[in-house]
């Protein structure tokens, strides 16, 4: 889970491009430094929760969550706000994983 991307528009507005669905599933779990983190899965495709909870383990495992202290590209400022994404396979399915803070999403492409 090393190799997050820039590939989402900084510049978007993430949220209202993808509304948090009405069936939007939530795991929850906390951090090795025990703030409560969550993912969500955000496809409309009821995922399993099993595989959820492996995900967020592994999240948690690799401490993905929280502010991140490095800036985007190698650039000279810090962006609190800026959204971090890779993707992850699901079944044979393929989603995208975009981490904020201490929120995880799985999002369809």
Do not use: W
């Amino acid at each position: 889970m090393s190799d997050f991307s820039e590939f989402i528009d900084p510049s978007a507005d993430f949220d209202e491009l993808n509304p948090v669905r009405d069936d939007a599933v939530r795991v929850t779990g906390k951090t090795k430094r025990g703030k409560e983190c969550v993912l969500l899965d955000n496809t409309g495709k009821q995922l399993p929760l099993e595989e959820l909870q492996d995900i967020l383990n592994g999240l948690i495992e690799n401490d993905i969550f929280g502010f991140r202290s490095l800036s985007p590209a190698g650039g000279g400022t810090i962006d609190i706000d800026r959204r971090e994404s890779t993707h992850v396979q699901i079944g044979d399915d393929i989603y995208r994983l975009i981490v904020l803070r201490y929120e995880a999403r799985i999002e369809n492409f």
